[in-house]
């Protein structure tokens, strides 16, 4: 049986509502690493921030770091999540490790600020302003209230950036101070309440909420396990999850230190990596706020402390660090693709270029089938727009496109794309990911269909012999209105 969506709005509503009832269920969908291009240069206590590249796309901007001993980095390195690749940029101002970096709005657009960090044996007050798009800085902007080293900080939902605890050199070293800055302002304040529980090399992170989660990290009593919650527009701390009436569940396993997280746009919290008993963890678990629940999803690939964790699109990314017995890394992995709950768009940085719509029949790999997304800006003139569709089996398929949004029975699933049918070449799924990267270029074979003004549909076809007796399904269906 199937259905027929009538408007972009009902599908709309109705994702919003799968989405929902999934994070009320329990864990997140099941999900694969994907081995990404390596960061070109090899550092752990680097600090790393999502912004836009370009006027529409965004990148996620890595500064300074060490090599795991004595020496610091001045390099700042920029991965783009569209064509999978690191590009080098200008460096910073001057060498810098054990800062913290996010980004906000200031009155000349989007920004990364940079802040705190060491320059050598000591902390620092340190605000630099980064203008992504430019490759610029500003180091005139008002300095943090007091030296700092392995905060952590975010952007709420109110557009401030809040930084939590920290190293501050002087008794008691572990901090429980939350410092404000306001990007469109240009000033600091002191005006947050401590923390509950002092800590360093602790991930923070704002979650779909609003809520600011606060995790991991380790104090004069050792490693924190405790899940600190703060609410920035009450502007105060939260005892009880509101959704079961309980206290914040405790993070998993001792392995609280140099731990990193994201937020997921699924609406999942997701910690990774860090400080485990003998040897760095590999983990990666998921908090689901609506049943305050840890799950534990399948552990990184390669396993570190003191890494850096992004959420940009469908992917949260997991780049860099250190091993015990294996130095500093130049790892890249993501972690995806995740489906989106429409209310996690702007908290990690999701731009997608159209729409979803139609029915993901039940695969091999998860009952709830492949979902299709796209990243990137629908320009005709920019060879920006990346396919991507999960999860699927590790065999060959292909994204195919056409003029007709339809819904017939088809393989194993539906296909929902009618018309005079083009498809782009054949690749294979990995880590149970399908991609494919529209090429406007003369060697692309795409050449001149998606032209302004115009709505292409696009969906996934794969084989999946042991998903049905067709031996092949598909992806639900994306469309995208092209500009100029």
Not at 23 to 42: H, I, N, R, Y
Not at 49 to 65: L, M, R
Not at 87 to 109: E, F, K, R, Y
Not at 315 to 333: C, L, W
Request: proline share 7%; aromatic share 12%.
């Amino acid at each position: 049986m199937y259905q027929t969506i009538q408007t972009r709005g009902s599908f709309a509503n109705l994702t919003a509502s799968l989405c929902l009832l999934t994070l009320m269920g329990g864990s997140a969908q099941a999900q694969s690493w994907w081995v990404e291009d390596p960061m070109p240069t090899a550092r752990t206590r680097f600090a790393a921030a999502p912004a836009k590249h370009n006027t529409s796309n965004y990148g996620i901007f890595t500064f300074g770091g060490t090599n795991g001993g004595l020496t610091n980095y001045d390099v700042v390195e920029m991965f783009n999540p569209l064509t999978g690749l690191w590009n080098s940029l200008g460096a910073m101002p001057a060498t810098l490790a054990g800062m913290t970096a996010a980004t906000g709005d200031s009155v000349d657009g989007e920004r990364i600020y940079l802040i705190g960090g060491s320059a050598g044996s000591y902390g620092t007050q340190t605000c630099w302003e980064y203008d992504p798009i430019a490759d610029t800085w500003d180091t005139g902007m008002p300095v943090l209230p007091i030296a700092l080293t392995h905060a952590a900080a975010t952007t709420a939902t109110n557009g401030k950036i809040y930084v939590f605890g920290g190293y501050d050199d002087f008794p008691a070293y572990y901090s429980n101070k939350v410092f404000i800055f306001d990007p469109l302002a240009g000033t600091w304040s002191g005006a947050a309440p401590n923390m509950p529980t002092p800590r360093r090399d602790h991930a923070v992170v704002t979650g779909c909420d609003g809520m600011i989660y606060v995790m991991g990290g380790y104090n004069s009593g050792g490693v924190v396990t405790s899940l600190d919650v703060f609410d920035p527009i009450a502007n105060s701390w939260v005892a009880l999850n509101p959704n079961t009436s309980t206290a914040w569940a405790n993070i998993p396993g001792p392995r609280g230190l140099e731990v990193s997280a994201a937020t997921g746009r699924d609406g999942m919290i997701y910690m990774i990596g860090g400080d485990g008993y003998p040897n760095e963890s590999g983990d990666l678990d998921s908090y689901n706020r609506w049943t305050n629940t840890w799950t534990a999803e399948t552990a990184q690939l390669t396993p570190r402390n003191s890494m850096c964790a992004v959420g940009v699109g469908n992917m949260v990314y997991a780049i860099g660090g250190i091993k015990k017995f294996g130095g500093v890394q130049t790892s890249t992995e993501a972690w995806g693709g995740l489906p989106n709950l429409t209310d996690c768009g702007g908290i990690v940085h999701v731009n997608p270029p159209g729409y979803q719509y139609c029915i993901a029949a039940p695969n091999s790999i998860h009952q709830g089938g492949a979902l299709i997304t796209a990243e990137g800006f629908q320009s005709a003139g920019m060879a920006d727009v990346r396919l991507s569709a999960s999860p699927v089996p590790a065999t060959p398929g292909l994204f195919f496109y056409g003029p007709n949004q339809v819904q017939v029975p088809f393989g194993d699933g539906f296909r929902c794309v009618g018309g005079s049918i083009q498809r782009l070449n054949v690749t294979s799924g990995q880590g149970g990911v399908l991609r494919s990267t529209l090429d406007f270029s003369s060697t692309g074979g795409v050449p001149s269909d998606f032209q302004p003004g115009h709505t292409w549909f696009f969906q996934a076809w794969y084989r999946d012999p042991q998903g049905g007796a067709a031996g092949f399904n598909l992806s639900d269906a994306y469309g995208i209105y092209f500009l100029p």
